[in-house]
């Protein structure tokens, strides 16, 4: 997400962090990789010269409370979170969720994601379509309910094909619901008969939230539609989607920090589960390479049991903590999106995706083999020589090779998690305290 202006923030950060000392020469070096990401990211360039101006003023007149560069660093963290804008948090209680957006924004997937967010924190979610200007939209929608488990509604379920007629039916019809999620008919440009329609349904309905949907691609532009919509029928939330997909990202953000509304959630992914809940400061430690830790730890506990956690994360490494953490990381989701959440700065292993595909399969496999194993072997893997794995290999009737596999496989893991913990990972990472912390002194953070 934003690889190229995180590769760049993070760029930054690593010269910061080497250098001797900080000075005239320094900060103007540092404003300047700034400009240059920024502008990339599409951010305007008033926004921009502001920004080298605090960062300059600040870096050479305050006074360091830090060593000078961790304080240089704590402002170029905080001046991305003032142009970043603030983040929304939608309530976990009932209420109703009207979604508005230009054709193509990912509104209807966003419907979905945002239903399978509500459902994650226990509440129950259901669907209405007000979109009869496009059956297939109708049916996508459906087809992506019913993935996750999710009662729809649309023209079909009532036989009405008035849009407020459709919308007042779904809504009765879903009383028992706790969130009830209403999709409406995009255009391609801000056409007065959308806004009409959108105004009408709004003021029949009431609904606690109005959210708007924004692809991430438009980037400055995402100030103009987000205060049209706004005009029209307030906004109290944005969604900004296809965040994994463009260099603009930052552009959206930065134009929508400068209205009146803030973003709730931005889209990672064409899947239902690719959905984050938008909070800056996450957001900028992540672009920083300075770790997500509050993220890591919500995806944690949604997933998994406290144990299974702490297994995932643990530092002592033997082969049955491989074992367990094989089944929590499984759990958790794909890996890689994990690991680059975590305050790794940069780790000595190759994040190739084939290396972390544990499948069902395998994990059998690697149980089956572990169990003929002895207790001795499991917990000190180093004794097994050619003989003893000729053993295993031929009680757990597998190979060598897969016995060897196994072994391979987790000292692997065994090298990461030490890196984890201890922090040593090849990149220093400005911030002592966020290194590679166990999962316990985590959620003391939070
Ligand atoms: P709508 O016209 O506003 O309802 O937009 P849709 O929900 O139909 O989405 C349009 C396209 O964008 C679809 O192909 C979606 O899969 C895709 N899409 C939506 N959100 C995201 C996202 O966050 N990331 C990516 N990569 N694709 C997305
Ligand atoms: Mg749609």
Same mark, same amino acid.
């Given at each position: 997400?934003? +690889?190229?202006?995180?590769?760049?923030? @993070? +760029?930054a950060?690593?010269?910061?962090?080497m250098?001797?000392?900080?000075?005239?020469?320094t900060?103007?070096?540092?404003?300047?990789?700034?400009?240059?990401?920024?502008?990339?990211?599409?951010?305007? &360039?008033?926004?921009?010269k *502001?920004?080298?101006t605090?960062?300059r003023?600040?870096?050479?007149?305050? @006074?360091?409370?830090? $060593?000078?560069?961790?304080?240089v660093? @704590?402002?170029?963290?905080?001046?991305?979170?003032?142009?970043?804008?603030?983040?929304?948090?939608?309530?976990?209680?009932?209420? @109703?969720?009207?979604?508005?957006?230009?054709?193509g924004?990912?509104?209807?997937?966003? #419907?979905?994601?945002?239903?399978?967010?509500?459902?994650?924190?226990?509440?129950?979610?259901?669907?209405? #379509?007000?979109?009869?200007?496009?059956?297939a939209?109708?049916?996508?929608?459906?087809?992506? #309910?019913?993935?996750?488990?999710?009662?729809?509604?649309?023209t079909?379920? #009532?036989?009405?094909?008035?849009?407020?007629?459709?919308?007042? !039916?779904?809504?009765?019809?879903?009383?028992?619901?706790?969130?009830?999620? &209403?999709?409406?008919?995009?255009?391609?440009?801000?056409?007065s008969?959308?806004?009409?329609?959108l105004?009408?349904? *709004?003021?029949?309905?009431k609904?606690?939230?109005?959210?708007?949907?924004?692809?991430?691609?438009?980037?400055?532009?995402?100030?103009?539609q987000?205060?049209?919509f706004?005009?029209? /029928?307030? /906004?109290?939330?944005? /969604?900004?989607?296809?965040?994994?997909?463009t260099?603009?990202?930052?552009?959206?953000?930065?134009?929508?920090?400068e209205?009146?509304?803030?973003?709730?959630?931005?889209?990672?992914?064409?899947k /239902?589960d690719d959905? *984050?809940?938008?909070e800056?400061?996450?957001?900028?430690?992540?672009?920083?390479?300075?770790?997500?830790?509050?993220?890591?730890?919500?995806?944690?506990?949604?997933? =998994?049991?406290?144990e299974?956690?702490?297994?995932?994360?643990?530092?002592?490494?033997t082969?049955? +903590?491989?074992?367990?953490?094989?089944?929590?990381?499984?759990?958790?989701?794909?890996?890689?999106?994990?690991?680059q959440m975590?305050?790794?700065?940069?780790?000595?292993?190759?994040?190739?995706?084939? !290396?972390?595909?544990?499948?069902?399969?395998?994990?059998?496999?690697?149980?089956?083999?572990?169990?003929?194993?002895?207790?001795?072997?499991r $917990?000190?893997?180093?004794?097994?020589?050619?003989?003893?794995?000729r053993?295993?290999? &031929?009680?757990?009737g597998?190979?060598?090779?897969? %016995?060897?596999? =196994?072994l391979?496989?987790?000292?692997m893991?065994?090298?990461?998690?030490?890196?984890?913990?201890?922090?040593?990972?090849?990149?220093?990472?400005? &911030?002592p305290?966020?290194?590679?912390?166990? %999962?316990?002194m985590?959620?003391?953070?939070?």
């Amino acid at each position: 997400m934003l +690889d190229k202006l995180s590769s760049s923030l @993070k +760029d930054a950060v690593k010269k910061i962090a080497m250098s001797k000392r900080i000075d005239r020469h320094t900060v103007e070096e540092l404003v300047r990789d700034l400009q240059r990401a920024l502008i990339q990211a599409d951010v305007r &360039i008033s926004m921009v010269k *502001e920004l080298s101006t605090r960062v300059r003023e600040r870096a050479l007149k305050e @006074k360091a409370v830090l $060593n000078p560069r961790e304080h240089v660093i @704590k402002i170029l963290y905080e001046e991305l979170m003032k142009i970043l804008g603030r983040g929304v948090e939608l309530p976990l209680r009932p209420q @109703k969720v009207m979604m508005v957006g230009l054709h193509g924004s990912g509104k209807t997937s966003s #419907c979905a994601k945002l239903a399978r967010y509500f459902q994650k924190k226990g509440l129950k979610p259901a669907v209405i #379509c007000a979109d009869i200007y496009r059956p297939a939209a109708s049916a996508q929608l459906r087809q992506l #309910c019913a993935e996750i488990n999710v009662p729809f509604f649309d023209t079909a379920s #009532c036989g009405r094909t008035d849009v407020l007629e459709i919308v007042k !039916a779904g809504v009765e019809e879903f009383e028992r619901y706790d969130i009830k999620i &209403i999709d409406t008919a995009g255009r391609h440009a801000l056409e007065s008969e959308m806004i009409e329609e959108l105004r009408r349904i *709004e003021s029949e309905i009431k609904p606690e939230q109005r959210i708007l949907v924004l692809d991430a691609s438009i980037g400055q532009q995402a100030s103009v539609q987000a205060k049209a919509f706004d005009d029209a /029928i307030g /906004i109290t939330g944005i /969604i900004i989607t296809k965040m994994d997909g463009t260099a603009k990202g930052g552009g959206a953000l930065s134009a929508v920090a400068e209205t009146n509304s803030g973003v709730a959630f931005i889209g990672t992914g064409e899947k /239902i589960d690719d959905l *984050e809940r938008f909070e800056p400061d996450r957001f900028v430690s992540r672009m920083l390479g300075m770790g997500d830790i509050k993220s890591l730890i919500e995806i944690a506990e949604e997933n =998994l049991e406290p144990e299974d956690a702490e297994a995932a994360l643990k530092g002592k490494f033997t082969l049955n +903590d491989l074992y367990k953490q094989l089944e929590a990381l499984r759990k958790m989701g794909p890996f890689k999106k994990l690991v680059q959440m975590l305050p790794l700065g940069g780790l000595d292993i190759d994040l190739d995706d084939s !290396a972390y595909q544990v499948t069902e399969e395998k994990l059998r496999k690697f149980r089956v083999i572990m169990d003929s194993m002895t207790e001795e072997e499991r $917990n000190e893997p180093k004794i097994i020589d050619g003989s003893r794995l000729r053993r295993i290999a &031929i009680g757990s009737g597998t190979s060598t090779a897969e %016995v060897n596999e =196994l072994l391979k496989y987790h000292r692997m893991m065994q090298k990461m998690m030490k890196s984890l913990t201890s922090g040593r990972g090849r990149v220093p990472i400005p &911030i002592p305290k966020m290194r590679g912390m166990p %999962v316990k002194m985590m959620k003391k953070l939070k």
